[in-house]
């Protein structure tokens, strides 16, 4: 543990979730909006899964002010590979990233820097501080590390639905082709007397049902040729805690469409509050690909849920055709990154020359035109 007194804040860095997990529980019980990749149920399991690794130092930051106020907390590491860089708990698994805004998180510019510089100041030696998949607002608060370090839009968005008004009635404002396809799928599943749509809850069920989705799931993504790290030991048995402890709270939802003992689909998900969010899915393919069981699957257990008090349905980052189709609306998010030696340098050059193409169509349609004539 590190303390960094200042004239404003004070902020203290633990090394382990089980120091941490005390001073951070006001911003669990608080009424503060987050996602669910930011409370205790999330955060808890990822450090006790991930922390062992040799490569990974937890930084849980905590910020109070002058008159011991909580106002930050952070949720980082410290990662040892080429560079020593300083990111959120994240290794590719937490859609979104921002910190737990306490009473006392600055609302201006000028706080949020010198918060941040508080904080930089009492974070070990690194080279790179890279911050990805960024909110840029916690509810109706701005997040002060975009305050304070501004960022660059990422490629990658969140997709997510608000349904306020009752479920038929929002059912009814997709477009025509929507709404009837999902009413052809169901019917197409359903031809199959053994077709059911299930909520797994048992230990039995659930471990069944999420085997056969690790499995789909896993076959999926190496058939098209990409990488999967997913079932890893340390990744497998983080999903797995993450389920079984959920299930107890309701912060965790496995749903499945079955034919028998066969998975047709699976979805697992987490929640908090009225926001469920939708983590891993997968399908079986063959002849049940003619009633998209993957959306078919996610407007079941929307509907399920909503009927539950559950009114935004997360369908997370990544911007694929069954997203669209449930008429998503966008959640922008920021890319941050700061050089904290000159190791870090060349990250932040190139990542800041990506976004100034990007920001420029036809310099990027240039540049493209002289690679495939070099190649």
Same mark, same amino acid.
């Given at each position: ?116 510089? $508080?904080?930089?100041? /009492? *974070?070990?030696?690194? !080279? ?10 916690? &509810? +109706? ?110 912060? $965790?939802?496995?749903? /499945? *469409?079955?034919?028998? !003992? ?10 908090? &509050? +009225? ?101």
């Amino acid at each position: 543990m590190t303390n960094a007194p200042g004239d404003r804040w004070t902020v203290t860095v633990h090394g382990s979730w089980q120091e941490a997990a005390p001073i951070w529980r006001p911003f669990f019980a608080s009424d503060a909006p987050v996602t669910p990749f930011q409370t205790e149920h999330w955060l808890s399991h990822w450090y006790a899964s991930f922390s062992g690794r040799p490569d990974v130092e937890p930084l849980l930051v905590h910020v109070a002010d002058s008159k011991g106020q909580d106002a930050l907390a952070l949720p980082l590491i410290l990662r040892r590979e080429k560079l020593r860089t300083v990111e959120f708990a994240d290794l590719g698994i937490s859609d979104y990233n921002a910190p737990l805004l306490g009473p006392a998180a600055p609302a201006d510019e000028a706080g949020a820097r010198s918060l941040w510089r $508080a904080v930089r100041a /009492a *974070l070990p030696q690194a !080279d790179l501080i890279e911050f990805t998949k960024v909110l840029t607002k916690i &509810g +109706d608060r701005p997040n002060p590390l975009v305050q304070a370090l501004g960022g660059e839009v990422s490629n990658l968005f969140g997709n997510y639905v608000r349904i306020d008004t009752d479920y038929e009635t929002w059912l009814r404002s997709l477009a025509k082709d929507n709404r009837k396809e999902l009413g052809r799928f169901w019917r197409v599943f359903t031809r199959d007397e053994r077709a059911q749509f299930v909520f797994a809850e048992d230990p039995e069920t659930v471990g069944k049902i999420y085997g056969h989705l690790t499995a789909q799931q896993s076959a999926r993504i190496r058939s098209l040729g990409l990488p999967y790290l997913l079932d890893e030991p340390d990744y497998d048995a983080f999903y797995r805690e993450l389920l079984l402890d959920g299930l107890k709270d309701g912060s $965790a939802k496995l749903s /499945a *469409l079955t034919a028998g !003992d066969e998975l047709v689909a699976g979805l697992f998900g987490i929640a908090h &509050g +009225d926001h469920y969010s939708m983590v891993r899915i997968s399908t079986a393919g063959g002849e049940w690909a003619n009633c998209s069981p993957g959306r078919l699957l996610i407007e079941r257990t929307m509907e399920a849920l909503h009927r539950q008090g559950f009114r935004t349905f997360d369908f997370t980052i990544g911007d694929y055709g069954h997203k669209r189709s449930f008429e998503v609306e966008h959640i922008p998010l920021l890319n941050i990154h700061e050089s904290v030696s000159w190791r870090g340098w060349g990250t932040v050059g190139y990542e800041g020359a990506k976004a100034f193409v990007k920001r420029h169509p036809s310099i990027e349609r240039l540049a493209r035109k002289v690679l495939r004539r070099a190649a």
